[in-house]
């Protein structure tokens, strides 16, 4: 499974960014699709996952602001982030999950919130 994901960059406090990423290769059964952050000196985290059944988790600390989506034929999941804060500052990797329990990571998309 290979992970593409776009859409990272600078955007201002209060602002809006939305990240894609998209999975590609043969053979695999999605079972959800999320992204995870990194900031520098911190350990990786959730932001938001969803199952192929819609379920959602989100961390507390971005619940109502970022909203995650998917598009189950395109097997691309989306973030949302409205309102960032400086605090959002990280690089953010997509993450799949398939049925037969194999994880799988993007490269990473830099996102950087200006105060």
């Known amino acids: 499974v290979q992970l593409q994901a776009s859409g990272g960059g600078l955007v201002q406090a209060g602002g809006s960014l939305r990240l894609s990423c998209a999975a590609s290769?043969?053979?695999?059964?999605?079972?959800?699709m999320g992204w995870y952050r990194q900031a520098p000196g911190k350990q990786r985290e959730l932001v938001a996952t969803m199952s192929t059944g819609g379920n959602t988790i989100y961390a507390d600390t971005v619940k109502g602001r970022f909203t995650i989506s998917r598009d189950n034929a395109k097997n691309t999941v989306y973030l949302q982030m409205n309102s960032p804060k400086p605090e959002d500052t990280a690089v953010y990797y997509c993450?799949?999950?398939?049925?037969?329990?194999?994880?799988?990571w993007g490269q990473g998309t830099q996102v950087t919130v200006s105060s």
């Open positions: 993450n799949v999950r398939t049925l037969g329990l194999y994880t799988y």
């Open positions: 290769g043969n053979g695999f059964s999605i079972a959800a």
